[in-house]
């Protein structure tokens, strides 16, 4: 589970020019953008949801620790345990002593992006247990070695001869499918004997409800469901920011998360846990652990990053973004890909390593319009950069052409004849098309689209010529 | 340990923030109210966008035939595993019910809902000693016996109907239809891990 190497310029630049992966974010993109508008336009008023959504969990956030508290007396009171997690070695301790505790050989996971953070899959595979992800796309990226490139969809840049090929590496006795119905049918077959043979099952929690003690998970295909039924032993992983009030309030982000993911009015399925079996059930699983990860939360929490505290992971922002869409997740280089990747893996991961994410980002502003918890992510992005120069780390190139543009631009009279000068200068080069192809300085640019040259005069020009006739 | 640490940076984190005091949330959010005819017109739709099918029936009673019709034309085994209230139905003796756990080899189960939400059109299934979780997931073949005075409008009033009950259900099922999956190019294929059918049998009042 290997996160691709180098640095984003090149994982962006090798992106670029990948066929299957430009065919596979050509086939998703329109889909989600439009099945999101239609799920969002049917509901009376999905404003107030998301303005009700973003007040609760400003509420939760602002007073997390009596939150937190009532989640976890609850749990305990329905016979569940809770373990809290500072850092992600500390959440991989706790998740490998409860396996040990349980004599586990096989284990079942649905997905769930805590456990990607904290690395969870090498460090269960290094102490030789068998971990297999039973969420198809997790499934597909767990053959080939890779991480996930879309939260919702993990192999999203797959093609389906890809998934074929995979399959028919990995399924040794059975004939190439090539359909989706096929390829659907054999992980459905091959996933059964794991999900009944698994002695362990770990799903991720999209909610935590204070109310009752209970862990939520919404998914279509009943893979979470099954790993945490048949198994012995569930174990939830889930940040310590998910935490909610009751169970109404869980009702207000189950309408605005399966829209704003997948486009569906609703999940298939959404599954309230509660403990561990009782007296008298004939299934569910006989321990219920929820380990809470704080891994950076808490250090978010109350500081300029607060507000990115409130995303439920639905990728809405990454399925908006201009530039997720055109490399998609992998050149990010970690777990959270697009918008949201950009503000939590420099937070987490640190903003030297990761100078270039906030920085990839054209402002434009739509993955901010469509967060169902109206996170200002842009804002959030800007402010990113500023952190970055206030710590020096913007490069030296950036820094001295940025300090010369300031000089000059407080120099009016220098600054409009070098603007006169220089529209001048590009109409000259562009000739009659009026655009230019190559331009010295800037060949990134025009290598991959024409730069169109400016028309007429400057704004100064004409804002004095203007004046001269009123 | 591990726990006094996290409550020490977040009340350390919160304390940077005194004087901001959350807002507390407004009226909560509610849908326009439907009358029983709305809510029932409402489910039939939604849950038959969701690829479900619907069958009416006018008494408890009919459960038994309409299952063994169910069973005949899918061409499937007449063995069922069967919520207990369900079982104790008079039952056409060809057909053996196993009111346990599924196992890998149920092919077909039916079930008693808690509830059906006319908003989302799904069914609201409460977990207990008579009806198991797995009856849910395993089979390829789920049949839902639903009362259509168990049809309310929206999810808050399931809520409310569970903290009437008392305790919490270990397991509240939330089904919209068959499983599916989209991992594949984004093409949505019915049958993922769950059923590959949900039929339910729609009991009049």
Not at chain 1, 119 to 125: F, R
Not at chain 1, 381 to 410: C, D, F, H, N, Y
Not at chain 1, 414 to 430: I, N, S, V
């Amino acid at each position: 589970m290997s996160a691709p190497g180098g640095s984003f310029e090149s994982r962006a630049a090798l992106a670029l020019k990948d066929p299957s992966l430009q065919k596979a974010l050509g086939n998703f993109k329109p889909l989600f953008v439009a099945k999101r508008a239609s799920a969002i336009a049917e509901l009376p008023d999905f404003e107030a949801l998301r303005e009700r959504a973003a007040q609760i969990k400003n509420a939760v956030l602002g007073e997390l620790d009596v939150w937190l508290e009532r989640y976890a007396s609850a749990v305990e009171a329905a016979g569940g345990k809770v373990h809290f997690a500072s850092d992600a070695a500390e959440a991989r301790e706790i998740i490998l002593g409860i396996c040990r505790d349980a004599n586990a050989k096989t284990i079942c996971k649905g997905k769930s992006m805590v456990s990607e953070e904290i690395a969870l899959n090498p460090a269960l595979e290094a102490e030789g247990y068998e971990v297999v992800e039973t969420d198809l796309g997790e499934y597909i990226i767990q053959l080939a070695q890779e991480a996930p490139s879309h939260i919702i969809a993990p192999a999203i840049h797959k093609t389906r001869e890809q998934v074929a090929d995979l399959f028919e590496a990995h399924h040794p006795g059975r004939p190439r499918e090539e359909s989706v119905a096929g390829l659907v049918n054999e992980a459905r077959h091959v996933l059964r004997d794991k999900f009944f043979e698994a002695d362990v099952g770990i799903t991720g929690g999209n909610f935590l409800i204070a109310e009752t003690g209970s862990s939520v998970i919404v998914t279509n295909e009943g893979n979470g469901d099954l790993s945490q039924t048949l198994a012995r032993v569930h174990i939830v992983t889930s940040g310590i920011e998910r935490v909610l009030p009751t169970l109404d309030d869980l009702s207000v982000f189950l309408r605005i998360l399966a829209r704003s993911a997948t486009g569906q009015d609703t999940e298939c399925y959404t599954t309230i846990s509660t403990g561990p079996r009782r007296a008298g059930d004939p299934d569910g699983p006989q321990e219920y652990h929820v380990v809470l990860v704080d891994n950076g939360r808490s250090k978010m929490l109350g500081g300029k990053f607060h507000d990115m505290l409130r995303c439920i992971r639905c990728g809405a922002c990454m399925n908006h973004c201009p530039v997720y869409s055109a490399i998609g997740g992998h050149a990010y280089g970690w777990v959270y890909p697009g918008p949201m990747g950009a503000i939590l893996t420099p937070l987490f991961n640190g903003m030297a390593e990761h100078y270039d994410l906030p920085n990839a980002c054209t402002l434009n502003g739509r993955c901010q319009s469509v967060c169902p918890v109206k996170i200002p992510l842009t804002e959030l992005i800007r402010t990113l950069r500023s952190e970055q120069v206030k710590a020096g780390l913007m490069p030296a190139r950036q820094r001295t052409l940025l300090a010369a543009w300031g000089w000059v631009a407080r120099h009016p009279d220098l600054y409009h004849a070098l603007e006169r000068f220089g529209t001048r200068l590009l109409r000259a080069r562009a000739g009659r098309a009026g655009r230019i192809k190559s331009l010295p300085g800037a060949g990134a640019w025009t290598q991959v689209r024409d730069l169109p040259a400016p028309q007429g005069d400057t704004f100064i020009e004409q804002w004095q010529a203007q004046r001269g006739k009123s | 340990m591990s726990r006094e640490q996290v409550f020490a940076d977040v009340r350390r984190a919160l304390a940077a923030r005194k004087g901001q005091a959350p807002r507390t949330p407004e009226a909560p959010y509610a849908i326009a109210a439907m009358d029983a005819s709305e809510r029932l017109a409402r489910f039939l739709t939604r849950a038959v966008q969701h690829a479900c099918s619907v069958e009416r029936l006018d008494a408890i009673a009919q459960v038994p035939a309409a299952v063994q019709a169910y069973l005949e034309a899918h061409a499937l085994p007449l063995q069922i595993a069967s919520a207990r209230p369900l079982a104790a139905l008079d039952w056409p003796s060809v057909i053996t019910r196993d009111t346990g756990a599924a196992v890998m080899q149920t092919r077909t189960a039916v079930s008693l809902a808690a509830a059906g939400i006319a908003e989302s059109g799904t069914l609201a299934m409460c977990s207990g000693p008579d009806s198991p979780i797995t009856h849910n997931f395993v089979p390829e073949y789920h049949i839902v016996v639903l009362r259509e005075a168990d049809i309310v409008a929206a999810q808050e009033d399931v809520w409310q109907r569970l903290r009437a009950g008392g305790a919490m259900p270990r397991a509240v099922n939330l089904i919209a239809g068959p499983s599916r999956t989209g991992d594949v190019e984004q093409t949505i294929q019915i049958g993922a891990h769950g059923p590959r059918a949900v039929h339910i049998l729609l009991v009049g009042s």
